[in-house]
Antibody
């Protein structure tokens, strides 16, 4: 059973940093692309970033480019999102999602339950 | 940048058919995927590659697209289908990225 578990969310001040983790359990994620998608309170889904199965390709939404960094450690079956220069508009539930097709970028076959990031002073 | 347009809301009676549209320039040339999100829950994939269903998704859910519009059709709507539905695609112009539609809230009357 594919399971993704996010962690690392919390309250951070504007301008601060936070690192999210997404651990894949009960399956090996090393052959699949992984995404981060966020959802601000009461709003729709917004794509954040994606990383290829081997970590060599990374793509970002314009809204986070230069501030967020996606990475993965396949030996730990875990993906990360390093967030810096955080702003109020980054407040959201952050979901990770996996694409269970080798060398494909979509669809988002399974999603984690999300972790809440609140940027507030 | 590429934009996907969905109606904000749709209301249907139980047993009727719900058709949720997703408009985008030449969307017929892209693979369209749909996810369902119930209140307080994570999204779940219900249709991928325009019209395929993941294992476990009822046959009542189907997808199609033509021209500038993709459609998610839910036949014989049930109360449990009440949720937000999002279309999304992979855009390959310039640096690739994912675009989500704004979402459609389906209300079962």
């Amino acid at each position: 059973q594919v399971q993704l578990v996010e962690s690392g969310g919390g309250v951070v001040q504007p301008g601060g940093s936070l690192r999210l983790s997404c651990a894949a359990t009960d399956f090996s994620s090393s052959t699949y692309a992984l995404h981060w998608v966020r959802q601000a309170p009461g709003k729709g889904l917004e794509w954040v970033a994606v990383i290829s199965h081997d970590g060599n390709k990374k793509y970002y939404a314009d809204s986070v480019k230069g501030r967020f960094t996606i990475s993965r450690d396949n030996s730990k079956n875990t993906m990360y999102l390093q967030m810096s220069s955080l702003r109020g508009e980054d407040t959201a539930v952050y979901y990770c999602a996996v694409v269970l097709r080798f060398l494909e970028w979509l669809p988002l076959d399974y999603w984690g339950q999300g972790t809440l990031v609140t940027v507030s002073s | 940048s590429y934009v996907l347009t969905q109606p904000p809301s749709l209301s249907v009676a139980p047993g009727q058919t719900a058709r949720i549209t997703c408009g985008g320039n030449n969307i017929g040339t892209k693979s369209v995927h749909w996810c369902q999100q119930k209140p307080g829950q994570a999204p779940v994939l219900v249709v991928y590659d325009d019209s395929d269903r993941p294992s476990g998704v009822p046959e009542r859910f189907s997808g199609s697209h033509s021209g500038n519009t993709a459609t998610l059709t839910i036949s014989s709507v049930e109360a449990g289908d009440e949720a937000d539905y999002y279309c999304h695609v992979w855009v390959t112009s310039g640096d690739p990225y994912v675009v989500f539609g704004g979402g459609t809230k389906l209300t079962v009357l």
